[in-house]
């Protein structure tokens, strides 16, 4: 089997977590952009995106490119929602896998936000959720986690959450 790593990273989050997972499966880790001429080099593709109002960024043009025709696809993707979140992370899949695309393996990382890396309409996006939240009464316990998360940049990235996804390729060899 011959893998290689493509990643969709807007604040460098994605990035990360890519450069783990090629560095674990002794792999390479491309952007989209420089992966877009050599893909077809690999039976694998291991495919990441961070979560961008609920859509995996750069997903859909991954899966519309004749490039990964024939090729065996693994999804990641990164957000700020918990890896406790077993529901909102189903939500995650479902918003963004047909039906005839839930057979592809999914897995979900944990990163946070990194305001100072994002771009100017994405963190004004996040601010007004936050000021929307603010004036809201009778918060409840998702939204008051919601708030604290877009108070401020916070990075919980953790190269353990990994595990599965390389045990799932490893198993593939």
Same mark, same amino acid.
């Given at each position: 089997?011959?893998?290689?790593?493509?990643?969709? +990273? $807007?604040?460098?989050?994605?990035?990360?977590?890519?450069?783990?997972?090629?560095?674990?499966?002794?792999?390479?880790?491309?952007?989209?952009?420089?992966?877009?001429?050599?893909? @077809?080099?690999?039976?694998?593709?291991?495919?990441?995106?961070?979560?961008?109002?609920? /859509?995996? +960024?750069?997903?859909? &043009? @991954?899966?519309? +490119? =004749?490039?990964?025709?024939?090729?065996?696809?693994?999804?990641?993707?990164?957000?700020?929602? /918990?890896?406790?979140?077993?529901?909102?992370? @189903?939500?995650?899949?479902?918003?963004?896998?047909?039906?005839?695309? &839930?057979?592809? !393996?999914?897995?979900?990382?944990?990163?946070?936000?990194?305001?100072? &890396?994002?771009?100017? !309409?994405? /963190?004004?996006?996040? &601010?007004?959720?936050?000021?929307?939240?603010?004036? $809201?009464? =009778? /918060?409840?316990?998702?939204?008051?986690?919601?708030?604290?998360?877009?108070? $401020?940049?916070?990075?919980? +990235?953790? $190269?353990?959450?990994?595990? !599965?996804?390389?045990?799932?390729?490893?198993?593939?060899?």
């Amino acid at each position: 089997m011959k893998a290689i790593v493509i990643y969709s +990273s $807007k604040t460098g989050l994605t990035q990360k977590y890519g450069s783990w997972i090629a560095e674990e499966l002794g792999c390479k880790a491309f952007s989209m952009k420089e992966a877009k001429k050599i893909m @077809m080099n690999y039976d694998t593709i291991i495919f990441g995106g961070g979560i961008i109002a609920g /859509k995996i +960024s750069g997903l859909r &043009k @991954m899966k519309s +490119s =004749n490039r990964i025709k024939g090729r065996r696809l693994i999804l990641f993707a990164t957000g700020a929602t /918990k890896m406790e979140d077993a529901h909102k992370i @189903m939500e995650i899949k479902n918003g963004n896998l047909t039906e005839e695309e &839930k057979e592809i !393996p999914f897995f979900y990382f944990e990163t946070g936000i990194n305001y100072e &890396k994002m771009s100017l !309409p994405m /963190k004004s996006m996040c &601010k007004m959720i936050y000021k929307s939240l603010l004036k $809201k009464e =009778n /918060k409840t316990e998702e939204e008051m986690g919601m708030m604290k998360l877009f108070e $401020k940049s916070s990075n919980h +990235s953790n $190269k353990d959450y990994i595990r !599965p996804l390389i045990e799932y390729v490893r198993g593939l060899q």
